[in-house]
């Protein structure tokens, strides 16, 4: 196996929704990502997660709260979001967090629509 | 932290090669230069990585200047499919090996 699946591929949530973004990858990868792109920009990284723990978080707001329950699976919880939050969520692994001659793999993303 | 610099866009004729520069002056001896692409709407996809040496893969070839400060992706034969944004990234090294992207240059592929 070497995709990275994210589910739902599209949401659509209102301003007072709770939801979740899942990202699974079963590559043997400990390092797993977060990134946001909105439209004709290029991705951002939000979160870095590196062995289950969280290493980086690129200043993102509270209402967005990440988690890494196992090796495997990467998820975005999302509450109170606003409407400039919409955008092409993609999640993204790679061996090692350190190490720096292997390249990441992306999942396809999941579009998030905020009304 | 090492910027790259890419044209906004390019067109290619399909079947033609398609050279896409990149210019990272900045760039530490120890920092891999990739490339991805992106299809519209789709997941950043994987081309090719190098750190000093040319590198050629099933994808692509990619070619490092000797001072390291710019490269190019060739795309041997280019077809439709291959349009797409394509993102030059030099890879941080001293920030965990985090993958920044640019703002990537589009290329167009006309029949």
């Known amino acids: 196996d070497t995709e990275v699946t994210q589910t739902p591929k599209h949401l659509v949530m209102g301003m007072t929704n709770k939801k979740s973004l899942k990202c699974e990858q079963h590559m043997g990868h400990r390092a797993m990502y977060w990134y946001k792109q909105k439209a004709k920009k290029p991705p951002e990284l939000m979160f870095v997660?590196?062995?289950?723990?969280?290493?980086i978080n690129e200043s993102v707001p509270s209402r967005f709260s990440p988690e890494c329950p196992n090796s495997s699976l990467l998820n975005l919880h999302l509450h109170a979001l606003q409407p400039e939050d919409s955008a092409l969520y993609l999640c993204?692994?790679?061996?090692?967090?350190?190490?720096?001659?292997?390249?990441?793999?992306f999942g396809s993303g999941t579009r998030l629509t905020v009304v | 932290d090492a910027k790259t610099t890419q044209p906004p866009s390019m067109d290619c004729a399909e079947g033609r090669a398609a050279n896409l520069p990149c210019n990272h002056s900045t760039i530490s001896g120890n920092e891999y230069v990739y490339w991805y692409r992106q299809i519209h709407s789709q997941g950043p996809q994987y081309i090719i990585h190098g750190l000093k040496n040319n590198e050629t893969n099933e994808m692509a070839s990619l070619i490092i200047t000797e001072d390291r400060k710019s490269s190019t992706l060739i795309l041997p034969h280019a077809t439709l499919r291959d349009t797409a944004v394509y993102y030059c990234?030099?890879?941080?090294?001293?920030?965990?090996?985090?993958?920044?992207f640019g703002a990537g240059t589009q290329v167009v592929v006309t029949p």
């Open positions: 993204a692994s790679s061996q090692d967090l350190r190490e720096a001659n292997y390249g990441y793999t």
């Open positions: 997660y590196s062995y289950e723990k969280l290493s």
């Open positions: 990234i030099v890879r941080l090294t001293d920030s965990w090996g985090k993958l920044q």
